[in-house]
């Protein structure tokens, strides 16, 4: 099961931290914090899988994660995950980034807070993964939006036919 996804700069600022599992705020924030240290204090030419233990507690807890410019994208997940696998879905979430933001910044990320969860909910859902294939996530994300905008329309007509009827 996946334990978390975090998307956090090369400062440590999370711009996105997900728990499929539930953590206290406050545990949240030390957890970010611990595997940010781990990560920024490894060289570049080192494996991206790193035992995640002593961070999260657990046995066989692991974490993989992937640095692209100025963000690191870190999954966690336990013993029943593989860890190519989980690399692969990163890369699987990149590419859906890419084509949903035209290669996607950190302020792609910061500004689109709702599509980026949405993206990732078509990828993992409680812990369990959903779907790898980028084409399908976006035509998803693509459906939902356009759900949304209808939505939104309905309302604003909604609201624009009773405030003519309350004159």
């Not at 997900?18 to 705020?25: A, E, G, I, L």
């Not at 939104?152 to 909604?158: E, G, M, R, T, Y």
């Amino acid at each position: 099961m996946i334990k978390s996804v975090m998307v956090m700069n090369t400062q440590g600022k999370p711009r996105l931290a997900k728990f499929y599992d539930f953590q206290p705020v406050e545990k949240q924030q030390e957890l970010i914090r611990s595997v940010f240290g781990v990560l920024c204090g490894r060289a570049d030419n080192v494996s991206n899988f790193v035992e995640a233990d002593s961070i999260f507690g657990p046995q066989g807890t692991r974490l993989v994660y992937k640095h692209f410019a100025t963000l690191y994208f870190v999954f966690v997940f336990d013993s029943s995950e593989n860890e190519l696998a989980m690399l692969d879905l990163i890369q699987v979430f990149v590419e859906t980034l890419d084509k949903c933001f035209k290669n996607v910044c950190e302020l792609d990320i910061v500004y689109n807070y709702s599509k980026l969860h949405t993206i990732l909910d078509e990828i993992i859902f409680g812990g369990q993964v959903l779907e790898t294939s980028s084409i399908e996530v976006i035509k998803a994300v693509e459906e939902i939006s356009k759900l949304e905008s209808a939505s939104n329309a309905i309302a604003l007509v909604s609201k624009s036919v009773s405030g003519w009827r309350s004159r």
